[in-house]
């Protein structure tokens, strides 16, 4: 099973910028989608982004979207979620996800259900003052 490791938390205000990184212990290029959910309290579980195999195709949910940026360095084996122009709302412990995919053709699909993940990191906190 390929571990998760989110890093990133952080405290900001309204209107900045925090990069989140989720570093896997193997080779998820090709092989795994990539995910960002998050989930605030009281409230279930949202997606953030996700990422293709090929880390051609992503998909933002759409109170994130024009605004983060979801990105992986093949090399590093590392997963960003890039972050600007924070809210209060985007307030949330922020979760890490892969999703294996075992044929090639697929490799360029997106999946958006949390439930289709079976991966996951520890998650990170982030919050965003007003």
């Known amino acids: 099973q390929v571990q998760l490791v989110e890093s990133g938390a952080g405290l900001v205000q309204a209107g900045g910028s925090l990069r989140l990184s989720c570093a896997a212990s193997?080779?998820?290029?090709?092989?795994?989608?990539m995910g960002w959910f998050r989930r605030a309290p009281g409230k279930e579980r949202e997606l953030v982004a996700v990422?293709?195999?090929?880390?051609?195709?992503?998909f933002y949910g759409d109170s994130v979207k024009d605004r983060f940026t979801i990105s992986r360095d093949n090399a590093k084996n590392t997963v960003y979620l890039q972050m600007n122009n924070l809210k209060p709302e985007d307030t949330a412990v922020y979760y890490c996800?892969?999703?294996?995919?075992?044929?090639?053709?697929?490799?360029?699909?997106?999946?958006?259900?949390?439930?289709?993940?079976?991966?996951w990191g520890q998650g990170t906190q982030v919050t965003v003052s007003s």
């Open positions: 990422l293709s195999a090929s880390g051609l195709i992503a």
């Open positions: 193997e080779r998820t290029y090709g092989t795994y989608a």
């Open positions: 996800a892969a999703h294996r995919i075992d044929r090639a053709d697929r490799a360029n699909s997106v999946v958006g259900d949390s439930d289709e993940y079976e991966y």
